[in-house]
């Protein structure tokens, strides 16, 4: 996606008094370097057998790198976190598991969720699971008070999962703290679950626990889900929003939530989208890295120069250029702080309360997670929707 490695390096490494490069982490085997994990770790999202922290990367039990396609990581706090891997078709979980979540009993390390074969998709949402399969079906479990599993019922839980009906072919799915979204092949986009705030897009605050059409989509290439608001990728290259809006996490210009799709302001050219719990990235078919929504943390990494924590930092309801990130090959927001990948190593910024920066610290600030080369390349990051987990894989 992106043919500008060097130069985004060379953007970022400029200021060196704000990313300051972490020591090489060891691997067990430096053949077979193992997907690694850092941050909260109190539910056994860390998927190293602990329920403790870790305030550098550890290794993720038995997940070997260049297996693992994909990580979702889910959970509306660190209390409830859990993370799904896919992995030849199949899925594994672990972590927090009070709803069924982990689609198989509670474990600290990576257990395959039955029932899940040929997946091409995986989504973690707040305390439930999605996942897509090569022939276009959706599977959802886990929690289903608003009904976000889309099996027309809500107030129960599932623990493994179930097929979700009343959908024509589905290509991407994603999965917010309360609901659910699925890009179809026809490039309309249905959800389902919580409406409190317009996440749902359908022009209602309602909750619907069966899938409706998202209202005025059309042509869309790709989803991605917030805690309770969406993005949404059209055909021409622009960026959709609707739901939430408190923090300006929408980029119209205001903070008033929505129960439609609106305009991401004057956003062009985009070429990937990534929904955190409150705040957002895209990058550009330049190259460039644009951020907007809550910025308490510092998520957008605007340019002071003294990172304080008594620092005053302004929410941003449109999209600003975060130059420091330009060239990244992928991104991954969490609830208050952001990570990328670059061709040999993880930058993360932002908040910092439980070590999900990986610098050994718990001072939220401009840090990079440096991992060299360690016989497979990071080819991507994860970090929990609304916890304080990262991953590197």
């Not at 860390?46 to 990367?57: E, Q, V, Y």
């Not at 709803?99 to 040929?118: H, K």
């Not at 099996?151 to 009906?165: A, I, K, L």
């Not at 190593?345 to 939220?364: A, D, I, S, Y």
Request: aromatic share 6%; charged share 15%.
């Amino acid at each position: 996606m992106i043919n500008n490695i060097a130069r985004g390096l060379a953007v970022a490494l400029s200021a060196a008094s704000l990313l300051a490069a972490v020591p090489a982490v060891a691997s067990a085997n430096a053949g077979d370097p193992t997907v690694l994990s850092w941050g909260a770790g109190r539910t056994g999202q860390l998927g190293n057998g602990t329920t403790t922290d870790s305030l550098s990367p550890s290794s993720v039990t038995s997940l070997v790198r260049g297996d693992v396609d994909q990580i979702s990581a889910g959970g509306t706090s660190s209390a409830d976190s859990f993370a799904l891997a896919r992995t030849d078709k199949t899925v594994t979980s672990w972590g927090h598991n009070s709803s069924g979540q982990l689609g198989n009993a509670a474990q600290t390390v990576p257990t395959a969720v039955p029932r899940l074969t040929n997946i091409k998709d995986i989504a973690a949402g707040g305390r439930h699971g999605l996942a897509l399969d090569t022939s276009g079906q959706v599977y959802s479990w886990g929690d289903n008070a608003y009904g976000q599993l889309g099996n027309n019922r809500t107030g129960d839980s599932r623990t493994v999962p179930d097929r979700v009906q009343g959908m024509p072919k589905v290509k991407q799915i994603s999965a917010g703290c309360d609901f659910s979204l699925a890009l179809l092949e026809n490039g309309k986009v249905y959800a389902w679950g919580r409406g409190i705030h317009g996440q749902l897009g359908n022009g209602s605050r309602a909750t619907s626990s069966v899938p409706r059409q998202v209202t005025g989509l059309e042509n869309i290439t790709e989803i991605d889900a917030g805690c309770h608001h969406a993005l949404a990728l059209t055909a021409d290259s622009t960026v959709k929003s609707w739901g939430y809006n408190l923090y300006g996490q929408l980029g119209n210009s205001s903070t008033r939530s929505a129960v439609t799709p609106v305009d991401v302001d004057w956003l062009e050219n985009v070429s990937d989208i990534e929904a955190g719990a409150f705040h957002n990235y895209v990058i550009t078919g330049d190259s460039a890295v644009w951020g907007w929504g809550n910025n308490q943390y510092g998520q957008l990494l605007e340019t002071d120069e003294a990172f304080d924590q008594n620092t005053s930092r302004t929410n941003r309801t449109a999209p600003v250029e975060i130059p420091r990130l330009e060239g990244v090959q992928q991104l991954a927001a969490g609830a208050r702080h952001g990570a990328a990948v670059t061709a040999d190593e993880v930058f993360t910024w932002g908040h910092n309360g439980e070590g999900q920066l990986g610098n050994g610290t718990t001072t939220p600030r401009y840090e990079s997670v440096k991992i060299v080369d360690e016989g497979t390349a990071v080819k991507g990051v994860a970090a929990s929707l609304g916890g304080n987990t990262t991953y590197a894989y």
